[in-house]
């Protein structure tokens, strides 16, 4: 059996993506690792940074994005395909550029893999997420942010990322450009794994949060819109308090990474904001109420959202 690991970046380092922390995260279990690497802004260190984790499994596929061919974050999909298409393992594990996955979890995910090799029904395997939020030891479990997502996929030339790269299809004959597209794709079927993806994408200085906030904008709607959308300096994450604390352990490749937390000071845990602040989406009446209601009785199950994905329960 044989595991490749892919991703995809670009101007990953002064966006502050722990994309070294995410690689090495599961190169143990990976026989080799593809990174497709966009063109980097002259003052971005990302190369350096996967260069200097000086592995021979690590494979950099140097490619240019078109935001016009590609639009609305589809240049994100496009990106993962041209390194997935680069693997030639068994299964595919897939983590980007903010995601981490913990050492105690890599055993599981390794046995699994070889469990369900020979049966072709399962396409992939279904990850548990952490989304962590304006530090290390808050956690969001709110309505809106997935719960679950696929993260490992059998390589399967029919099997592409799919719309900005949160997830995966099966699509047929595939034009290469339409990832946004629905009709005439498939959901995969997926078994649960007991693992966790660490989801730092939500943790950064104020400031770097919204200029990745802006280069995210900049994919998805374009220059325009996104300058006049981020036109203010530093995110405000809000009230802390309202989120879940975590108690657990983070990754060990995250301990250096969290030792330059120093934005604390900008950070509100009391709750007390003017009452004309503008609410954060998982803040406002009516996604507290469907969130209470998906914790509280429907056992963490959402209402709505992503689910894409047929889960195949009947496997222990």
Same mark, same amino acid.
């Given at each position: 059996?044989?595991?490749?690991?892919?991703?995809?970046?670009?101007?990953?380092?002064?966006?502050?993506?722990? =994309?070294?922390?995410?690689?090495?995260?599961?190169?143990?279990?990976?026989d080799?690792?593809?990174?497709?690497?966009?063109?980097?802004?002259?003052? +971005?260190a990302?190369? @350096? %940074?996967?260069?200097?984790?000086?592995? #021979?499994?690590?494979?950099?596929i140097?490619?240019?994005w078109?935001?016009?061919?590609y639009?609305?974050?589809?240049?994100?999909?496009?990106?993962?395909?041209?390194a997935?298409?680069?693997?030639s393992?068994?299964?595919l594990?897939?983590?980007?550029?903010?995601?981490?996955?913990?050492?105690?979890?890599?055993?599981?995910?390794?046995?699994?893999?070889?469990r369900?090799?020979?049966?072709?029904?399962?396409?992939?395997?279904?990850?548990?997420?952490?989304?962590?939020?304006?530090?290390?030891?808050?956690?969001?479990f709110?309505?809106?942010?997935?719960?679950?997502?696929?993260? =490992? =996929?059998?390589?399967?030339? @029919?099997?592409?990322?799919?719309?900005?790269? @949160?997830?995966f299809?099966r699509?047929?004959?595939?034009?290469?450009?339409?990832?946004?597209?629905?009709?005439?794709?498939?959901?995969?079927?997926?078994?649960?794994?007991?693992a966790?993806?660490?989801?730092?994408?939500?943790?950064? #200085?104020?400031?770097?949060?919204?200029?990745?906030?802006?280069?995210?904008?900049?994919?998805?709607?374009?220059?325009?819109?996104?300058?006049?959308?981020?036109?203010?300096?530093?995110?405000?994450?809000?009230?802390?308090?309202?989120?879940?604390?975590?108690?657990?352990t983070?990754?060990?490749?995250?301990? +250096?990474?969290?030792?330059h937390? +120093?934005?604390?000071? %900008?950070?509100n845990?009391?709750?007390?904001?003017?009452?004309?602040?503008?609410?954060?989406?998982?803040?406002?009446?009516?996604?507290?109420? =469907?969130?209470?209601?998906?914790?509280?009785l429907?056992?963490?199950?959402?209402?709505?959202?992503s689910?894409?994905?047929?889960?195949?329960?009947?496997?222990?």
């Open positions: 059996m044989k595991i490749s690991g892919f991703t995809m970046a670009r101007n990953a380092n002064k966006l502050y993506y722990p =994309i070294r922390q995410s690689i090495e995260s599961m190169l143990p279990i990976c080799e690792f593809v990174v497709a690497l966009g063109e980097c802004d002259s003052d +971005d990302t190369r @350096q %940074e996967i260069e200097a984790i000086d592995s #021979p499994k690590i494979k950099i140097d490619t240019k078109d935001l016009e061919k639009p609305h974050g589809s240049e994100h999909a496009h990106q993962t395909d041209i997935k298409e680069a693997c393992g068994d299964w594990f897939y983590l980007q550029a903010d995601e981490v996955v913990h050492e105690k979890d890599l055993p599981i995910i390794q046995e699994q893999c070889r369900f090799l020979s049966d072709k029904e399962v396409e992939g395997f279904l990850f548990n997420y952490y989304h962590f939020f304006g530090d290390y030891s808050h956690f969001h709110a309505h809106g942010w997935y719960k679950k997502e696929i993260r =490992i =996929i059998r390589n399967d030339p @029919q099997i592409h990322s799919w719309r900005s790269a @949160q997830s299809r699509i047929p004959d595939f034009d290469g450009i339409h990832y946004r597209e629905k009709k005439g794709t498939y959901k995969l079927q997926v078994v649960p794994i007991k966790s993806i660490f989801h730092y994408g939500w943790v950064r #200085p104020p400031r770097l949060m919204k200029k990745k906030m802006k280069a995210f904008s900049v994919i998805h709607s374009g220059p325009r819109a996104a300058a006049k959308k981020h036109n203010d300096l530093n995110f405000d994450y809000g009230p802390l308090n309202k989120l879940r604390k975590y108690k657990g983070h990754p060990k490749v995250m301990h +250096d990474w969290m030792r937390f +120093d934005w604390r000071e %900008e950070l845990y009391s709750g007390t904001y003017p009452v004309t602040r503008r609410k954060l989406r998982h803040e406002t009446l009516k996604n507290r109420l =469907i969130s209470w209601v998906e914790n509280n429907l056992g963490g199950r959402t209402i709505g959202g689910k894409n994905w047929i889960l195949l329960r009947r496997r222990k």
